[in-house]
């Protein structure tokens, strides 16, 4: 293979304080052809004028501004539906800084896997604040890989990490669902149904949070502030993306799914049904993650029924 090409998608809004610096990392990208698609989700700052400038000077970088606000969600769902020719496709934050070896971290262990399969690949985070200041690695020790369901119960993709190949690509413009969670655990399920998901303990990016993160990372592993936000999520009853995940997953791939998948499927998706039903599917050992503390809540969340 020649030098690969990497179609990056980003979605802004209202992001001008730190838009520059992250553009300016996405072109400083080393050993990859670098074609940056960005959408602008409905900004009333000055981010589309820094957009304006930026494709103007450079003729990799292209965006446009959507006819409505659309979420981050939605936005990078239109992204990633539209066609884009590449030979490998990563997803940006406005507000993070990639190292100059993001990018090429990435597509070498792609290319190590068979390019006519999905797959995707996600890596660890260097959690900063607004200046750049180091606060911790987000992941503190290498993740193996969890229950063969896991990934039905938690998403662990981070979606300014992942990178992922033409196949993968080619599915997620295909088959785009009406409604889910959030793009990127779309872009894992997808990847752990029909693929392989790789990931790298290494961190290749700043992840920046700065208080106006629509979707962040705690500073601290621990403390007051950490536990009220962990305690609100076992009584929060919007929040039970898995078991509506599970009937959006069934309604797109059902008839494409082995026997095993589909009945995994529907244990999520009739867990209330019955008071057995629920226990059975917290005791299911098919679901569980490798960190201990992540397989007790989703527990807990079933017997909740609120997951």
Same mark, same amino acid.
């Given at each position: 293979?020649?030098?690969?090409?990497?179609?990056? =998608?980003?979605?802004?809004?209202? /992001? &001008?304080?730190?838009?520059?610096?992250?553009?300016?990392?996405v072109l400083n990208q080393q050993g990859v052809v670098?074609? =940056?698609?960005?959408?602008?989700? /409905?900004?009333?700052?000055?981010?589309?004028?820094? =957009?304006?400038?930026?494709s103007y000077e450079h003729s990799n970088i292209s965006y446009y501004s959507g006819e409505k606000n659309l979420g981050p969600c939605g936005s990078f769902f239109e992204l990633m539906c539209a066609e884009h020719d590449a030979d490998f496709y990563a997803l940006s934050d406005q507000d993070d800084v990639w190292d100059k070896d993001k990018l090429l971290c990435a597509v070498n262990k792609l290319k190590l896997l068979p390019q006519d399969k999905p797959a995707l690949y996600h890596s660890n985070l260097r959690i900063v604040d607004s200046n750049e200041n180091f606060i911790?690695?987000?992941?503190?020790?290498?993740?193996? =890989?969890?229950? &063969?369901y896991s990934y039905l119960a938690e998403s662990l993709v981070t979606g300014c990490t992942a990178v992922y190949n033409k196949a993968l690509a080619k599915i997620i413009a295909d088959i785009k669902p009406k409604k889910f969670s959030m793009h990127d655990t779309?872009?894992?399920?997808?990847?752990?149904?029909? /693929?392989?998901?790789?990931y790298d303990f290494e961190p290749h990016i700043n992840y920046r949070q700065h208080g106006a993160n629509v979707i962040g990372a705690r500073k601290t592993r621990f403390g007051l502030e950490s536990l009220k936000r962990e305690f609100k999520k076992y009584f929060n009853w919007n929040d039970q993306h898995s078991f509506f995940n599970a009937q959006i997953l069934k309604d797109q791939f059902g008839d494409l799914l082995n026997k095993e998948t589909n009945q995994k499927l529907d244990e999520l998706?009739?867990?209330?049904?019955?008071?057995?039903?629920?226990? *059975?599917?917290?005791?299911?050992?098919?679901?569980?993650?490798?960190?201990?503390?992540?397989?007790? *809540?989703?527990?807990?969340?079933?017997l909740l029924r609120n997951i």
């Open positions: 293979m020649s030098v690969p090409k990497v179609c990056v =998608l980003m979605s802004t809004y209202n /992001g &001008e304080k730190f838009l520059r610096q992250q553009l300016e990392s670098v074609e =940056l698609h960005i959408r602008d989700d /409905g900004s009333q700052d000055s981010t589309v004028n820094i =957009l304006n400038e930026f911790r690695i987000s992941h503190a020790h290498p993740k193996a =890989l969890g229950a &063969e779309w872009l894992y399920m997808v990847a752990s149904i029909f /693929g392989n998901v790789i998706i009739n867990y209330k049904n019955s008071f057995a039903s629920t226990f *059975r599917l917290a005791a299911d050992k098919d679901f569980d993650s490798e960190n201990l503390y992540r397989r007790i *809540r989703f527990k807990i969340k079933v």
